[in-house]
């Protein structure tokens, strides 16, 4: 593994062949696709569950699924979803691949420790594919208490040790990033030449360190309830089940943040390169990261509005969420600011990029909404909770994950995908995705309860909707997914910089990098997003 | 991944990893990792301590009897032996900087023996509340805890039945200090593995991150033990 002069460098895909080569590799670059893959397949079995369901769902009566596996498959559906794509995909793919190579690194600071978090979470992996093989598991993901702790007859201990386990491989990634991107970067990269989307893996990797723990102590309360008969959150014994939510969302909210904040980051990377413009108000952005990690540790009570927590309470954890909308606001108007004017051109990534903007908006907006405590009673457990996050998540977040995979393709794997169907496979998946989900918005106003396998014949128009949108957006992911694999073999080299974008990634790594990133010395004198620097438009 | 061979612009130290461009910015970058580790350990054991909080609102009495069967003379024991492995780590980190490998070696030492001990001390305590029948479901029983509560009540207070809430303190309980252990025993594996290292001969006086790294891990484990002796023995 020398790099002295003699030899041509090898890059990061052609240095080692062998499967040892990969498994054993501290390559953040090679860990960054073994990522990819392991979340793909988490992916597909996450869509296959919905897939299931969504047929279920398209007639008001049961006939595909039993009541028992109809629960057991949306529950798979939600914690695959959750644990094993949403929240490891952009860090996990993209943030190990990108961070060390945006800020002039070689590697990130912990390399071994690195591929430690991917068998940590591949170990989480088993567990949770273990249980749906058992049989499933009919919580919900959220493993509420005392259901989940002592009546539920499926297996918790499994599925929750899954997630246990994945968690450390969220603390361990978050660690190695902060610590990478506090002690690795590049001479002259200082704060606020940094690319945002270093700052939105920074804010992620803070929720990650600090969140992550109290979601491992709570589930393993749960556990010793189980296994041991422990009573923490069991109301026979004195418990509280109440106490269960707040010690869970206390996560799982800012756990939503880990989830779109890496989204944020991307967008401005994809935003400021196809419209040609520095991001509008780049401090603005980059500290709103900050803000949104930071208050959105303080929202969680508005899960429990309707559960026993204070009125009083709820109030502040009411206005907090209120709170947070600010900083979200000035991300969407900074981003919109930026598109003024700006020379926008609509390639694939391009095109997630703008659907993320306007299906994030219609999430947050939706957000705020519930975030009101007299319309959420009203709303509370109904499909409109249903559409709202997944407007968030599915149209914020998994649009986003597209945008960058599309985007940062051609850096990954030096090839370029084919552009016509990329683009045919967004406008798919946008359109596939709001007749999926606008739908339920309507049918949760109207009062149709989430998690019913069986309901009144006046929401089936809604639901038939619903699954038909659902097949739609199957189809464009099935598009996108064979575009970008057929791009492996058949795809045109993409060179250096075929966007001709700004970044370290793109301006001093080859594509595919080579595997130590950089073969000279790196000095950074600009600033993010410079699109008037005439160096990135020279061909290398 | 050969040192020699990096013919770059700086020079490698033996023990510098060939992705950190200096060894200040590997010794910066381990310090800090360490530190936000202990900050995440915080916030895994800060869980416990907010359920200990709110259950200590709503059930005091099942607190104040709970932790009067407690035995405050092996809690007070531990406590000291504890401090005592922190000192003697603390001797093994001074020993690192003065390049005194038999130093490293015999502190290491103490501090597992002590850590024995503490754990023999946590054995009986175990034991004697397994006895009573004072571990919930596994072989709670009711009646034996409400004897064991009266026998160790003070002489003018009288105790009829069971406070409620009591099963939630000893869950607590044996959770807390169970996770206690189990980070304890997670030390002993860590220092076994520095020991070997240092027995060896892979630290020097400029070079020695693992033995002050596991100094600042013990020294975490300790104050856990510092927080948890009062909050579940002396309330």
Known sequence: ????????????????????????????????????????????????????????????????????????LFTMHGIIMVFFFLIPAVPGVLGNFFVPLMIGAKDVAFPRLNLASWYIYMAGGLFTLAAIIGGGIDTGWTFYTPYSSVYADSHVILAGTGVFITGFSSILTGLNFIVTIHKMRAP?????????????????????????????ITLLLVLAERVLGFGIFDPQKGGDPVLYQHMFWFYSHPAVYIMILP????????????????????????????????????????????????????????ILTYLVGIPTAIKIFNWTATLYKGSVQLSAPMLYTLGFIGLFLVGGLTGLFLATKAINVHLHDTYFVVAHFH?????????????????WWPKMFGKLYNEFWARVGAVIIFFGFNFTFFPQFIAGYMGMPRRYHVYDIEYQPFQMLSTAGAFFMGIGLIICLVTLVSSLITGKASGKNPWKATGLEWNYASSPP??????????????????????????? | MSHAAASTDHEHKPYQQHHFESMEQQTQSTLLGIWLFMAQEILFFGGL??????????????????????????????????????????LAVHSARHNDKKGILKWFALTLL????????KAIEYGTKWDHQLVPGLNWDDGHALHTIQEHAPKNVEINELPKGIQLYYSLYFVMTGMHALHMIIGFGLAIWIMIKAARGRFNAEYYPHVE?????????????IFLFPLLYLV
């Not at chain 1, 040892?20 to 590799?25: A, E, V, Y």
């Not at chain 1, 939105?200 to 929720?207: D, E, L, R, V």
């Not at chain 2, 932790?67 to 603390?90: C, D």
């Open chain 1, 1 to 72: 593994m020398n790099d002295n002069n003699t030899t041509p460098p090898l890059n990061y895909l052609t240095n080692g062949h062998t499967v040892k080569s990969w498994l054993l590799t501290v390559d953040h670059k090679r860990i960054g696709i073994l990522y990819l893959i392991a979340m793909t397949c988490f992916f597909l079995i996450g869509a296959t569950a919905a897939t299931l369901f969504r047929l279920e769902l398209a007639t008001h009566n049961a006939n595909v699924l039993a009541n028992d596996t109809y629960n057991r």
């Open chain 1, 188 to 216: 002259g990269l200082t704060w606020m030449r940094l690319p945002l989307f270093i700052w939105a893996q920074y804010s992620t990797a803070i929720i990650n360190v600090l969140g992550t723990p109290v979601l491992a």
């Open chain 1, 263 to 318: 989204g944020f980051g991307v967008v401005s990377e994809v935003l400021a390169c196809f419209s040609r413009k520095r991001i509008y108000g780049y401090e603005f952005v980059a500290f709103s990261s900050l803000a949104i990690a930071a208050i959105g540790f303080f929202v969680w009570g508005h899960h429990m509005f309707t559960s026993s927590q204070s009125p009083y309470a709820g109030l502040i954890f009411s």
């Open chain 1, 391 to 407: 407007y968030v998540m599915v149209g914020g977040m998994m649009m986003a994950w597209l945008a960058g995979l599309h985007f």
């Open chain 1, 514 to 540: 080579d595997t130590h990133n950089f073969t000279v010395p790196i000095k950074v004198d600009v600033e993010a997003y410079d699109y008037t620097d005439e160096r990135i438009y020279q061909d290398a």
């Open chain 2, 49 to 90: 301590f907010a359920a200990y909080t709110v259950y200590r609102i709503l059930y005091p009495q099942a607190w104040a009897m709970g932790a009067g069967t407690q035995n405050v003379f092996l809690g007070m024991v531990n406590t000291i032996v504890l401090i005592g492995s922190s000192l003697s780590i603390v």
């Open chain 2, 114 to 121: 002590l850590g024995l001990v503490f754990f023999g001390v």
């Open chain 2, 213 to 225: 790294y596991f100094g600042l891990y013990w020294h975490f484990v300790d104050i856990v033990w």
